[in-house]
């Protein structure tokens, strides 16, 4: 019975693994280690396979319990989130561009700015692909919610990410 769910469980995570590692590295953001985040989530995940009523709702499954794991980790301790870089974009290729690394790096940093359920959003929809209405279902929020996070987050990193003299 276990090898059974332990098969199951598979069949539904080799598919998704790549998106989930990237929301994973795009999310942990400075608070841990993505691996951990992953193991930690897919460990919690086996436990309530149980629990999930549908298959095509599997990812969002593993994203919920991963951002309430990150939740949980936050209420605990409050972490310096320049410590321990993580790339946002680590699964794309390496780019010797001097130029766009710094770039990326500013991104990185201006995310880890944004407040958590906007930050949130803007992964979710840029990186993960989700749809808004995914996005609401994910966040427990109306998807006029999530258009607001999606929209003021993407105000908030246009002025992070403005030189200064544009703005006087």
Known sequence: MAEEKQKAFMKLYEPVHAQFER??????????????????????????????????????FLFGIAIRILSNNKKKKSLDYHENLHSVFSSTPVVSDTERNIELEHLKIALSRLPEEQKE?????????FSIKEIAGLQESSESAVKQRLSRGRQNLLTLLTPKSIHS
Do not use: P, T, W
Not at 29 to 39: E, I, N, P, R, V
Not at 121 to 129: K, N, P, V, W
């Open 23 to 60: 929301f994973c590295k795009a999310r942990v953001y400075g608070q841990l280690d993505f691996k951990d985040l992953m193991h930690d989530s897919l460990i919690i995940a086996f436990n309530k396979f149980e629990s999930l009523k549908e298959e095509k709702a599997f990812l969002h």
């Open 121 to 129: 959003a803007i992964l979710l929809f840029e990186i993960g692909g």
